[in-house]
């Protein structure tokens, strides 16, 4: 049983305990294949879910996004691009 009110720090608090691990590693949740971006409760909400249903909760490590680590100027830019399989 988790509390509804959980959101992604706690999930990510549980499964570090759960896992034992010495580095705290950040995590994000899928419910029902949805990203978990508010509380239990709030998803079961949105979801028209009721709160005693049994979720089936997936847990996958966070990837933060790309960091810009400089610039290389030049003249050229790319406006689109298009790929085809060749068959």
């Known amino acids: 049983m988790i509390p509804t009110s959980w959101k992604r720090f706690h999930l990510s608090q549980l499964i570090n305990k759960a896992l034992a691990l010495v580095k705290p590693i950040p995590f994000d949740f899928l419910v029902k294949g949805e990203l978990l971006r508010t509380s239990l409760g709030g998803w079961c909400t949105e979801n028209n879910i009721g709160e005693e249903e049994t979720l ?13 680590m ?15 399989m060749a068959g």
Do not use: F, N
């Open 70 to 84: 400089s610039d290389i100027p030049h003249d050229d830019w790319v406006s689109s691009v298009s790929c085809q």
């Open 56 to 68: 089936e909760v997936e847990y996958i490590e966070s990837v933060m996004p790309p960091q810009k």
